[in-house]
């Protein structure tokens, strides 16, 4: 059985900066999905038993994989549909939107490649009817692929943007709108360049960091990994997505990435060459300036990265938790949670090295964390810090 689609979008007032584009016609009955990837299969099981969903993919057991577990039905190459949706990799998708139009599979195309100017180039040199695509790209995912970790509710509450072209028509980006509320995501207007721009640093700079990062280990003794913690944990987790996609990726959207990791490679000379000093002289004021001053600016960007969409993390506070480590405590924590009126903006659980029990983080709302705590303490739990 596939796991449950998101709740259908209300259909009342966007939050600010989305974009809805008709409200009432319904443009699609039938969609295929080229690629059958994370991305590709989690689209058929959020659209499962809304829409009619035909599947496509060049490996056959990727294919068979997302047809089993309830993302859609095999198109046969020559069945009609009214959306077809691309969702290979970057460099290939502007070919394979190029070869499906030339084919006439659909009245309407779009894709959700990671790098948008580049399908866009990719399809003007192919000659291709751009007034009928829209581009598009659903800010979600994992980094594991395949359909095996695909979700019905992977785009929920995440942005997803439209990328028209000059050519592009209403209908065409009407279409992306309405697949990304199916999906349970916040439709985004952007242009291609706007959008690429963003996701540079949003996304594909962390992506080079954290690999970069995670590298460093193979250089080192196995006691770095043997002590690791969460701050190993959080900034190295990307570091496991697909190497392959994310080379293709990173190719796609070079000419915005360079710059960004000339930057960052900036900073982290003037760091090295100021804790070099440091292992000197400890009490080197200019060095110790240049080491604050990367912390503090990072301090300032970090409180501008969203919990959620619309709740930045300079607006929640953390209840840490000690829990044991057995069956059912996360949930009766959430449960208790509830239960004393608080909503929960995120979790994040620290496993303790050698512990049966483990630390979970509760972000809420700053003025819910001291009542939700004392709640906590009354109800037998440990609460870690002031209550």
């Known amino acids: 059985m596939p796991d449950a689609p998101p709740p259908a979008r209300p259909r009342g007032r966007l939050p600010l900066g989305t974009v809805r584009l008709m409200d009432t016609v319904r443009l699609m009955d039938t969609v295929l999905v080229v690629g059958t990837g994370l991305i590709g299969a989690s689209l058929g099981l959020a659209l499962h038993g809304r829409r009619d969903v035909l599947l496509a993919d060049t490996d056959a057991a990727r294919l068979a994989q997302a047809v089993q577990r309830g993302a859609g039905r095999p198109w046969d190459g020559r069945e009609r549909v ?14 394979v939107l190029a070869d499906l139009q030339r084919r006439e599979v659909s ?15 990719d399809l003007e040199g192919a000659a291709a009817d751009t007034s009928a ?9 994992r980094e594991v692929t395949g359909p095996a970790g695909a979700s019905a509710r992977l785009f929920l509450g995440r942005p997803w943007v439209a990328c028209p072209y000059p050519a592009t028509s209403d209908q065409a980006r009407a279409a992306v709108t309405e697949l990304a509320e199916l999906c349970g995501a916040e439709p985004l207007l952007m242009s291609p360049e706007e959008h690429d721009r963003a996701v540079a640093l949003s996304s594909h700079l962390p992506q080079v960091v954290a690999s970069s990062l995670a590298a460093r280990l193979l250089d080192s003794d196995r006691a770095a990994a043997g002590v690791s913690g969460p701050g190993l944990q959080d900034t190295t987790r990307i570091a496991a997505s697909d190497p392959d996609l994310w080379t293709d ?3 796609a959207n070079a000419d915005q990435v360079a710059p960004l990791a000339a930057l960052l490679a900036q900073d982290l000379a003037r760091m090295a060459a100021a804790l070099a000093v440091l292992a000197g002289r400890p009490d080197d004021g200019p060095a110790l300036a240049a080491v604050r001053d990367v912390l503090t600016r990072g301090n300032a960007g970090r409180a501008l ?46 496993h303790l090295a050698g512990q ?23 109800g037998g739990l440990e609460v870690l810090g002031p209550t």
Not at 316 to 343: F, H, I, K, S, Y
């Open 107 to 121: 009245r309407t195309f779009t894709h959700v490649a990671s790098c948008q100017s580049r399908v866009q180039r």
């Open 133 to 141: 695509i829209c581009g598009g790209h659903p800010l979600a995912g």
């Open 305 to 350: 990265v969203p919990v959620k969409r619309g709740v930045l993390d300079r607006d929640v506070a953390v209840v840490a938790v000690r829990v044991p480590d057995a069956p059912g405590r996360l949930a009766d924590l959430l449960v208790r949670a509830a239960a004393a009126g608080t909503n929960v903006e995120d979790v994040r659980v620290e």
């Open 356 to 378: 049966q029990t483990g630390v979970v983080e509760l972000l809420v709302r700053t003025a819910e964390r001291a009542p939700l705590a004392a709640a906590l303490v009354a």
């Open 82 to 95: 009214d959306l077809a949706v691309v969702a290979v990799p970057p460099l290939r998708t502007g070919a």
């Open 249 to 251: 990726v990173l190719s």
